[in-house]
Structure formats: structure tokens, C-alpha cells
């Protein structure tokens, strides 16, 4: 089942984003300051941030967050994954592939992008399986430092 997350939730998705941050997928470190933002930002009014837990048998198996902006490249809404994570027990059994079918129906005029490391071969292939495929941008930030910059 895929839901809104919950006040509730907090506890183990704040494990599950420490687990996440602190992996080879993600470049940059996160803290609890920021993990607890993220979450309250999801279970609030945030207009911008929607979070989702994956559940079967009242066990939390994973959860994604996902930020609303427009493309002006594009022309539409662009919905980023910011986080898409699943217990190593919990992968490949399609349970991301369920999340991409919920999304894509729920905002079907929408734009979808994410970000994913190379050495990320398991959610790569999730990815493209679901018509998802790379674009040539080179990205840049300012205000923080990705643990993997100089």
C-alpha cells in the first residue's frame, strides 16, 4: 500500500533517511535537523513537498518525498523524487515500479525527474524500466557541499 505519510511515521522514516544519507546513493550528508524538516514539511500544508510511505501488514517497507516545481523547459509541472528509498528486504519486488504507476496517474500531465549515482545500477535499471532515461546536464549547487565535491 502505498500512503501519505504520517506524523506517526516519523521515527522510522528518520532511520530510513539516515540509512539513505549516509549510502553511496546520495552525495551529500544530511542531518537530523534537516530529516525532521523534510518529514514535517510532508505531513503538513507544505504545497511543495508530499511524502509517501510504502506499507504492507502495518510494517513501513520504504518511503518517498517528492517536491513540486514548473519546467519552464518543459512547459508543465515537474514533480522530483527527491527521496525514493526501500529496505534492502523490500527491493526488487516492484514496489518502485508501483510508485511510479501512482504518480504518473496521479499527476499524468507532469514532468518527472530525479537524480541517481552511476554505481546505483539496481535503481538505475528500476528507472529506465520505467521510461525513465538520462539527460546531458551537468548540475551545480550553491549553499552546500556534496560530501563528494573538493
Sequence with gaps: MIRPMKSKDTEIIMEMMERFYTSDAVLTNGSKEIYAADI????????????????????????AMLA???????????????????????????IGSQFFDFIKERYPDAVFRLEVEDENIGAI??????????????????????????
Excluded at 519546467?71 to 523524487?81: L, M, P, V, Y
Design 68 to 94: 513540486k516545481s514548473f519546467s519552464t523547459e518543459f512547459g508543465k509541472q515537474c514533480i522530483w523524487i527527491e527521496d525514493l528509498y526501500l529496505s534492502s528486504e523490500h527491493r526488487r519486488k516492484g
Design 125 to 150: 535499471a528500476t528507472y529506465q524500466k520505467n521510461g525513465f532515461r538520462d539527460i546531458p546536464y551537468n548540475e551545480m549547487i550553491y549553499g552546500v557541499r556534496p560530501r563528494s565535491c573538493n
Design 40 to 63: 514535517e514539511n510532508c505531513v503538513n500544508d507544505n504545497p511543495y513537498l508530499e511524502g509517501y510511505v510504502f506499507e504492507e501488514n502495518n510494517e513501513i517497507q520504504g518511503y
